[in-house]
């Protein structure tokens, strides 16, 4: 309530100094009509769309439109330019007072609009931070959007469990790219972080497969992998919903082999079994997780791609493990597809 309150006194006190500046400009069109360009009344309103709540917008256009009214009354001759521009700001003010009426439910201006969005988009680039870990294991995601996008339908959860003694790893593709899934992600992503954080592995896919059930989402599936580590022993259990094979490599052999649990996808089937890989990462061994956009393209069978991932990563790997996941997902994958990656390495 507090916080409505100082946003509602922000935007009287705004309107306020926006619309005490119009008026001394219609003034001073009043005292020197031939210097004071007509435009100049326009300007308050485009500094309240940026700055103003809905609410408020739509009465202080109206009041522009009366201040362009007496603008245009003191105008002395009329020229074409000045009927031309008087007819184009009163067709903007009337846009902006539709506008305004259809975003209502939004509730906030533009810019605040706009800082909300950044902050859901940091909060799911939240839950996927590294926790910390133990100096023999390196753990590197990256995420590329399509198009470039600051949101994106691929997003990777990370967390601690078993009072540090494993990681859990989640990687996970809702249906849809780009902004189009990006509301769904950011809500997934919360719901993921929470229940991978509190129930043991074999049980938050079931738990995740209810969730996506329950919201009944015209697009409502995604497919994921998980995989959840003891840090001590290096023995993990690999799960995936309808997902792309994770893929282990063999420091000993230097070889990359997929792996493949069986498992449908999230928000299709009720009561859904998940298949789980039993393995071991020795010292030097390596896990990739990642989502279909690194290997996926058009008329390309889908273990060419992953073949060739494997290569690339492979080649990468002749430098150094620093960086390795952003180098891949730049060097792999379509630029208009969602792409996540994973990396878990222990050292040697």
Known sequence: MIRRLRAARSDIVIASLLAL????VVVAIAILPADVPVNLVFLPLVLGILFLSNR????FAAFIMVALTAAAVLQDPYEVRVVVALGVMYGLAVLVILLSLRRDH??????????????????????????????????????SSAGGSPFAGDFVVATASDRGRRVELVVVDVSGKGEA????????????????????????????????????WEEG????????????????????????????REAGSGRW??????????????EAEFGCHRGRLAPGDSLLLYTDGMVEEPRRD???????????????????????ARRLVAAVGSPDDDRALLVVHRRP
Not at 21 to 24: C, G, I, P, V
């Open 21 to 24: 500046f119009a008026s001394a």
């Open 56 to 59: 408020v917008l739509r009465w």
């Open 106 to 143: 939004i509730g906030v201006g533009p810019i605040r609009g706009q800082s909300m969005l950044v902050d859901l988009r940091d909060r799911i680039l939240a839950q996927g931070e590294i926790p910390q870990l133990p100096a023999e294991w390196l753990v590197q995601s990256a995420l």
């Open 181 to 216: 899934a990006g509301t769904r992600a950011l809500q997934l992503s919360g719901a993921m972080g929470g229940l991978v954080a509190a129930l043991p592995p074999e049980r938050f896919f079931p738990a995740a497969n209810d969730y996506l059930l329950q919201r009944a």
């Open 221 to 248: 599936f995604a497919t994921a992998v998980h995989v959840s580590v003891d840090l001590g022993t290096g023995d993990f259990e690999l799960r995936s919903a309808g997902h792309p094979p994770a893929v282990q």
């Open 257 to 270: 082999k997929p792996l493949r649990p069986d498992g449908p996808v999230l928000g299709i089937v009720d």
């Open 302 to 324: 889908i273990d060419l791609g992953i073949d060739h991932m494997m290569g690339q990563a492979e080649s990468l790997l002749r430098g150094s493990w620093d960086g390795l």
